[in-house]
């Protein structure tokens, strides 16, 4: 499959091979669904507490006698039961994390992959130089490669701290290395940009 290479002013100055094991496969929708919800799954961070009767302050002493009050007996003002006291199976600390095989994970970020380049919503651009770290740079750039109003996720080959600082405040733009990136990001964004660096990065990793 080929794809249509651009500077960073919107200008063709190529074409480049996708490769048919990353960029071609059957999309597995199913594998795809599990990673999301296991990957949704695993940053929770599981630290909701509610306090039970034996976490609440007070209720160290038995409120009245057991007998002869007329009233229901109590043994402490803490009971679930009362106003102020602890709660009943209330949430715990808890990890949420669960493993995701590799293959597994593999098969759902190529399957991602496969389906945003069959629908045409893989941009590739030659690269991405920024002198300094500036937003209306990039959403400038974004908009003469045609896709500045979608959601859409940047994935270059290594650390690029400019391009960090310079998208971190667009909310409809996320950045992340390609050797990182999941099937999450990548199902999440209307459009994917990867530089030429970037591409072959990710083929690098994900190929068979």
């Not at 002013?9 to 496969?25: D, K, N, P, T, W």
């Not at 733009?173 to 999440?188: G, K």
């Amino acid at each position: 499959m080929e794809v249509k290479v651009y500077n960073q002013e919107g200008a063709e100055v190529g074409q480049v091979s996708l490769e048919e094991s990353v960029f071609g496969v059957k999309p597995n929708q199913n594998v795809v669904h599990q990673y999301i919800v296991n990957y949704l799954a695993n940053q929770r961070q599981g630290t909701s507490c509610a306090k039970g009767r034996s976490d609440v302050s007070g209720g160290g002493t038995k409120p009245w006698r057991q007998k002869g009050t007329g009233r229901a007996r109590a043994g402490s003002i803490r009971s679930p039961l009362w106003r102020g006291g602890g709660i009943i199976f209330g949430p715990q600390p808890r990890s949420y994390f669960n493993e995701f095989p590799k293959k597994m994970k593999r098969l759902a970020t190529v399957s991602a992959l496969s389906d945003k380049a069959k629908n045409e919503k893989i941009v590739v651009v030659d690269k991405l130089e920024l002198s300094e770290a500036k937003t209306k740079k990039i959403i400038d750039i974004l908009d003469k490669l045609g896709i500045g109003q979608r959601k859409c996720l940047i994935l270059d080959e290594g650390m690029n701290n400019n391009l960090v600082l310079s998208v971190r405040n667009i909310p409809r733009v996320e950045y992340s290395r390609a050797p990182l990136t999941n099937a999450y990001e990548i199902v999440n964004a209307e459009a994917v940009l990867l530089t030429r660096a970037g591409l072959e990065k990710v083929q690098e990793v994900f190929a068979v």
